[in-house]
T-cell receptor
Framework: DGGITQSPKYLFRKEGQNVTLSCEQNLNHDAMYWYRQDPGQGLRLIYYSQIVNDFQKGDIAEGYSVSREKKESFPLTVTSAQKNPTAFYLC??????????????FGDGTRLSIL | AQKITQTQPGMFVQEKEAVTLDCTYDTSDPSYGLFWYKQPSSGEMIFLIYQGSYDQQNATEGRYSLNFQKARKSANLVISASQLGDSAMYFCAMREGRDTDSGYALNFGKGTSLLVTP
């Protein structure tokens, strides 16, 4: 079945440690996105990518980094510079490249906590 | 400024009753799309329904319908014949046609928690 796979489901980070969240899609979508969700809040955009080897900062990019070496993959690294990383992270994809009525498809999320 | 406002943090509805979840939006772009997503406690975001700014009729998808009032900039979700499995967080989101700064990412509201009781 086509979809988006995020791993791991739960992740713990120690002080000063970088951690990487995986996101893979087999929907053949061009655009991919990372969102952060805090309790009682909506989703906020961290990074997005509309094409391979290109990505752009979203509203809250500080302390995060991404790469887009393959169309299917858009991993997110939470660096030690992100002082409050505890949150639920959602990866999404869409046909992208233009405004459309197509929804974004989401993965099941990764819950990151500080040890 | 908040582009999507959901004023109801929590709602209760009895099983088999209808419920309306409110959403107002703010944009000066004539071309935009409005989406509703459901997020169960497990965390995944499930797409429910879409309404385009130029659509003449209100969108419907099974038990979900969208009460779109363009002049009031509101796009309320109506769930008919509520079921226990409808208990979840519901998010309204908007994509703007001129938004090239975020790759047409969605702007989300803070959500409404719906609890369906027997």
């Amino acid at each position: 079945d086509g979809g988006i796979t995020q791993s791991p489901k739960y992740l713990f980070r120690k002080e000063g440690q970088n951690v990487t969240l995986s996101c893979e899609q087999n929907l053949n979508h061009d655009a991919m996105y990372w969102y952060r969700q805090d309790p009682g809040q909506g989703l906020r955009l961290i990074y997005y990518s509309q094409i391979v080897n290109d990505f752009q900062k979203g509203d809250i990019a500080e302390g995060y980094s991404v790469s887009r070496e393959k169309k299917e993959s858009f991993p997110l690294t939470v660096t030690s510079a992100q002082k409050n990383p505890t949150a639920f992270y959602l990866c999404a994809s869409s046909i992208g490249l233009a405004f459309s009525n197509q929804p974004q498809h989401f993965g099941d999320g990764t819950r990151l906590s500080i040890l | 400024a908040q582009k999507i406002t959901q004023t109801q943090p929590g709602m209760f509805v009895q099983e088999k009753e209808a419920v309306t979840l409110d959403c107002t939006y703010d944009t000066s772009d004539p071309s935009y799309g409005l989406f509703w997503y459901k997020q169960p406690s497990s965390g995944e975001m499930i797409f429910l329904i879409y309404q385009g700014s130029y659509d003449q009729q209100n969108a419907t998808e099974g038990r979900y319908s969208l009460n779109f009032q363009k002049a009031r900039k509101s796009a309320n979700l109506v769930i008919s014949a509520s079921q226990l499995g409808d208990s979840a967080m519901y998010f309204c989101a908007m994509r703007e046609g001129r938004d090239t700064d975020s790759g047409y990412a969605l702007n989300f509201g803070k959500g409404t928690s719906l609890l369906v009781t027997p």
